[in-house]
């Protein structure tokens, strides 16, 4: 494999989602989300869903960071929770599989070692790891996650608190203690917390919503302008 380095480069990556019900939810229009990110300036993509991975591999030529999230599972593990996730997300043709790494219970007995050998030696796909705390930190850099990414943090009950914006400490924590890339991640709204998170050690930052979801954009500018409760556009 690619080095982690050389795979993903420094600098933004943009996740391209959109959940069932949402104003642009589709494939097509995701594809078309990705190909604005690759003409601005994005490093790297995120996406959700083997349809979604598929029709952006056709349409830009960045690295894909891969994932599935399967709802319909029990328990809290969602983010590629299984062999099954990571292999529908691979065959799509991302770059690198993100999944969830914290120590919670997972459908089926899955357990957060064997889905990293799994995506590392079957798939042969670097491993994202979707963490909460430096605990899941430490926990996924043991076993072998090629990229630290601080997803998870402020949505776990077990991990950090959640914070309003970026939890920039969390990055400034993890920059002091692990080797392996840091990718920031969470609650970006402004390019000056994307540039403060790479000073302080991150290789790169993933913003999705503040890029890529008009509704919530625009409910910002409506909240600054008329109060948080004012639907007004």
């Not at 219970?105 to 909460?132: E, N, W, Y």
């Not at 392996?180 to 402004?190: H, K, N, V, W």
């Not at 409910?219 to 302008?225: A, G, L, P, T, Y």
Request: glycine content about 10%; overall charge neutral.
């Amino acid at each position: 494999m690619m080095s982690a380095m050389a795979l993903l480069p420094r600098g933004l990556i943009v996740s391209c989602q959109a959940a069932k019900g949402e104003p642009l939810f589709g494939a097509s229009i995701m594809a078309a989300m990705a190909r604005a990110a690759e003409e601005g300036g994005a490093v790297a993509i995120r996406a959700n869903s083997p349809a979604d991975i598929a029709a952006i591999r056709q349409a830009v030529r960045l690295p894909i960071v891969g994932l599935w999230k399967v709802h319909a599972l029990p328990g809290e593990v969602y983010i590629t929770p299984n062999r099954a996730a990571a292999k529908a997300v691979a065959r799509a043709g991302c770059d690198v599989i993100a999944l969830d790494a914290t120590p919670r219970p997972r459908a089926g007995g899955q357990r957060l070692d064997d889905l990293i050998a799994f995506t590392h030696d079957v798939l042969g796909k670097p491993v994202m790891a979707d963490c909460s705390c430096l605990e899941d930190a430490l926990l996924a850099e043991s076993l072998g996650a090629d990229y630290i990414a601080t997803t998870l943090a402020g949505y776990t009950a077990h991990g950090r608190p959640l914070t309003a914006g970026p939890d920039l400490d969390f990055v400034g924590e993890l920059a002091g203690c692990i080797r392996r890339p840091i990718i920031a991640e969470g609650r970006f709204y402004l390019p000056s917390q994307v540039a403060q998170a790479l000073a302080l050690g991150a290789h790169a930052v993933c913003v999705g919503s503040a890029i890529t979801r008009p509704q919530d954009i625009t409910r910002r500018f409506v909240s600054e302008v008329y109060g948080p409760t004012s639907k007004r556009a």
